[in-house]
């Protein structure tokens, strides 16, 4: 589904079949948009943004994950774009793995899988240099360089000491990233090193609450503050952001 926001609230625009089941992630760089459909056999499908924020499918850009398009999908997690748009990533939980896929004119190709360093990846984003800063529900955060089809470790599996780390947020200033980890009420801070490396800086940065089961998260434009959506709480947290992180 597609909303316009207005400054009144929201206005729905477009609502089209995502080119599979269940979708669960989405992804866009300039006029392109893909999503993560998780149900069924998983899959990645592609379309064009109108001017006026409709969709339209991009015919052969239909991909498959790690299992070819045969039996259930592996746990499909996220999907997003590196930050020059030439490459889609996604996370399959149950395998352990994180596909690769080379995008030519808005077309994905065939996946190209990896192992993750850690068990159960889930979230990532991007720093500064386009190293992929990757959440592992096991209670680590990894780091890859990935370009073209380069595909390298670079901090391997980085515990947060809290369990269950969800999802990725990067500082504006792309010096530090934090993970919202749901099984403990928690978030964990590192700092980035230019190279993508991964210190972990404080297990607890912050805490969301017991049962708060902490998800997704955003900062403001500014950079100055890190919104938490709490699903357990159904609450939204909000924190503000020092300068060492």
């Given at each position: 589904?597609?909303?316009?926001?207005?400054?009144?609230?929201?206005?729905?625009?477009?609502?089209?079949?995502?080119?599979?089941?269940l979708?669960?992630?989405?992804?866009?760089?300039?006029?392109?948009?893909?999503?993560?459909?998780?149900?069924g056999?998983?899959?990645?499908?592609?379309?064009?943004?109108?001017?006026?924020?409709?969709?339209?499918?991009?015919?052969?850009?239909?991909?498959?994950?790690?299992?070819?398009?045969?039996?259930?999908?592996?746990?499909?997690?996220?999907?997003?774009?590196?930050?020059?748009?030439?490459?889609?990533?996604?996370?399959?939980?149950?395998?352990?793995?994180?596909?690769?896929?080379?995008?030519?004119?808005?077309?994905a190709?065939?996946p190209?899988?990896?192992?993750?360093s850690?068990?159960?990846?889930?979230?990532?984003?991007?720093?500064?240099?386009?190293?992929?800063?990757?959440?592992?529900?096991?209670?680590?955060?990894?780091?890859?360089?990935i370009?073209?089809?380069?595909?390298?470790?670079?901090?391997?599996?980085?515990?947060?000491?809290?369990?269950?780390a969800?999802?990725?947020?990067?500082?504006?200033?792309?010096?530090?990233?934090?993970?919202?980890?749901?099984?403990?009420?928690?978030?964990?801070?590192?700092?980035i090193?230019?190279?993508?490396?991964?210190?972990?800086?404080?297990?607890?940065?912050?805490?969301?609450?017991?049962?708060?089961?902490?998800?997704?998260?955003?900062?403001?434009?500014?950079?100055?503050?890190?919104?938490?959506?709490?699903?357990?709480?159904?609450?939204?947290?909000?924190?503000?952001?020092?300068?060492?992180?």
């Amino acid at each position: 589904s597609v909303f316009a926001v207005n400054p009144n609230g929201l206005e729905l625009v477009d609502v089209v079949n995502s080119g599979g089941v269940l979708p669960v992630s989405l992804t866009n760089y300039k006029e392109w948009l893909y999503v993560l459909n998780s149900g069924g056999s998983g899959n990645i499908s592609g379309f064009s943004i109108g001017q006026d924020g409709s969709l339209s499918p991009l015919a052969g850009s239909t991909q498959p994950v790690s299992n070819g398009g045969v039996g259930a999908a592996p746990g499909l997690a996220q999907i997003s774009f590196i930050s020059d748009g030439s490459t889609l990533v996604v996370t399959e939980k149950t395998t352990n793995l994180i596909d690769t896929y080379q995008v030519e004119d808005g077309l994905a190709g065939a996946p190209v899988t990896h192992p993750s360093s850690g068990a159960v990846p889930f979230g990532f984003a991007f720093d500064r240099h386009g190293h992929a800063i990757v959440s592992e529900a096991s209670g680590a955060v990894s780091s890859y360089e990935i370009d073209g089809n380069v595909f390298n470790v670079i901090s391997p599996s980085v515990a947060t000491t809290q369990v269950a780390a969800c999802w990725i947020a990067i500082s504006k200033n792309g010096k530090f990233a934090y993970t919202t980890n749901a099984g403990s009420g928690s978030i964990s801070s590192f700092r980035i090193g230019a190279d993508g490396s991964l210190t972990l800086l404080n297990a607890t940065a912050a805490l969301t609450g017991a049962g708060s089961s902490p998800i997704d998260m955003a900062f403001s434009i500014n950079g100055q503050y890190l919104y938490v959506l709490a699903g357990g709480a159904h609450t939204i947290n909000i924190f503000q952001m020092g300068a060492d992180g």
